[in-house]
């Protein structure tokens, strides 16, 4: 839709960048559960646990499997920082 409201959203290894998007909504694993994301949101820090970390942008949707490392949410700005990551099939 035009006009919606996005947050930058970049995920990435020590070793590759994997995405890097204007997003509508993201959703991880933190250690403790999944935590949902959404511009305007409160920042937040977190660690990643191990499972389907799903980002959705006007007309698209990113599905990665992502284990361990940092999640962090400054200024609409999510950076996940993964200690492994790689995209998982189908829609």
Do not use: W
């Not at 204007?22 to 250690?31: L, Y």
């Not at 959404?38 to 920042?43: E, M, N």
């Not at 937040?44 to 599905?63: C, D, I, Q, S, W």
């Amino acid at each position: 839709m035009a006009g919606e409201k996005t947050f930058r959203c970049r995920v990435m290894t020590s070793a590759e960048e994997f995405l890097d998007v204007a997003a509508t909504s993201a959703i991880f694993p933190a250690a403790d559960g999944m935590v949902g994301v959404l511009p305007g949101r409160a920042p937040l820090m977190a660690r990643l646990g191990a499972g389907r970390l799903t980002v959705h942008r006007p007309g698209r949707r990113y599905r990665l499997f992502v284990n361990g490392g940092l999640a962090q949410l400054k200024d609409d700005e999510l950076t996940i920082l993964a200690r492994r990551c790689q995209p998982v099939g189908g829609k």
